[in-house]
């Protein structure tokens, strides 16, 4: 049992790693086969938040992290 433990600390340890962050997606793009509004993929660094609205939602949601 120590032996799986082990293991899967060392799994779990040796397949992380930090990297910037990343969004992958900004604004409509168009609809799913559901009729659902799909978002337009972004592989780029983080946009600036800007709209007000969002700023107090994330605000109010993570308060934390809002600076």
Same mark, same amino acid.
């Given at each position: =049992?120590?032996?799986?433990? /082990?293991?899967?600390? $060392?799994?779990?340890?040796?397949? #992380?790693? /930090?990297?910037? +962050?990343?969004?992958?997606? %900004?604004?409509?793009? +168009?609809?799913? @086969?559901?009729?659902?509004?799909?978002?337009? %993929? $972004?592989?780029?660094? /983080?946009?600036?938040?800007?709209? &007000? @609205? /969002?700023?107090? #939602?994330? &605000? #109010? @949601?993570? +308060? =934390?992290? %809002?600076?």
């Amino acid at each position: =049992m120590l032996k799986l433990f /082990a293991f899967i600390v $060392y799994v779990v340890l040796t397949s #992380t790693k /930090a990297e910037d +962050g990343h969004c992958i997606w %900004y604004g409509p793009c +168009g609809e799913n @086969s559901l009729g659902k509004i799909t978002n337009c %993929y $972004y592989n780029g660094t /983080a946009q600036l938040l800007t709209d &007000e @609205s /969002a700023l107090k #939602t994330l &605000e #109010t @949601s993570c +308060g =934390m992290i %809002y600076n």
